[in-house]
T-cell receptor, first 113, second 114 residues
């Protein structure tokens, strides 16, 4: 069965810290991996990683895909209280009954001032 | 460009009733996917519609159904509501072709079943 596992489930840090969120997957015919940030409403898109684009960076956020290890990390440097959210990892693959995004349970990040 | 919109935003129903939720995708997007989000299960895929056809389906009972119209707007219907159907229902749209699978989410419809 296809699955996506994120760790840790929750994390509490102080402003200015650097955090690394992990995502591992087992998906039939992997195509791409996406990271989303969810605050009190709907998830907002952060990055998409594919075989042809295994590293992405935007400001203080960056992400790397390790196809050999079937995993990805999301790094946030110099964290701010506004980074507090649930970070979701999702994978697109083909196989089984879910040909669409398969989500992990998320990592809840709390950044304290 | 306007984002994904969903109506209604909040809904309260009682067990046994049915409900219809609506989603309007980003202009030009032909794929609409529906998800159920609950604290215990996280985000779970319901189904995806592309060009008025259901292209993918998750592991939900037949009480959950949907459709897509020629303008790509989509509706989701849940019949014979159960308490466990209380959740945030999210729809997401994407181009759905050529590897452009990035999905953009609407604000969601929060359904409470009493």
């Amino acid at each position: 069965e296809d699955k996506v596992v994120q760790s840790p489930l929750s994390l509490v840090v102080h402003e200015g810290d650097t955090v690394t969120l992990n995502c591992s997957y087992e998906v039939t015919n992997f195509r791409s991996l996406l990271w989303y940030k969810q605050e009190k409403k709907a998830p907002t898109f952060l990055f998409m990683l594919t075989s042809s684009g295994i590293e992405k960076k935007s400001g203080r956020l960056s992400s790397i895909l390790d196809k050999k290890e079937l995993s990805s990390i999301l790094n946030i440097t110099a964290t701010q209280t506004g980074d507090s959210a649930i970070y979701l990892c999702a994978v697109i693959g083909y196989g089984g009954s879910q040909g669409n995004l398969i989500f992990g349970k998320g990592t809840k990040l709390s950044v304290k001032p | 460009k306007a984002g994904v919109t969903q109506t209604p935003r909040y809904l309260i129903k009682t067990r046994g009733q049915q409900v219809t939720l609506s989603c309007s995708p980003i202009s030009g997007h032909r794929s609409v996917s529906w998800y159920q989000q609950t604290p215990g299960q996280g985000l779970q895929f319901l189904f995806e519609y592309f060009s008025e056809t259901q292209r993918n389906k998750g592991n939900f009972p037949g009480r959950f159904s949907g459709r897509q119209f020629s303008n790509s707007r989509s509706e989701m219907n849940v019949s014979t509501l159960e308490l466990g159907d209380s959740a945030l229902y999210l729809c997401a749209s994407s181009h759905g072709t050529g590897g452009q699978e990035t999905q953009y989410f609407g604000p969601g419809t929060r359904l409470l079943v009493l």
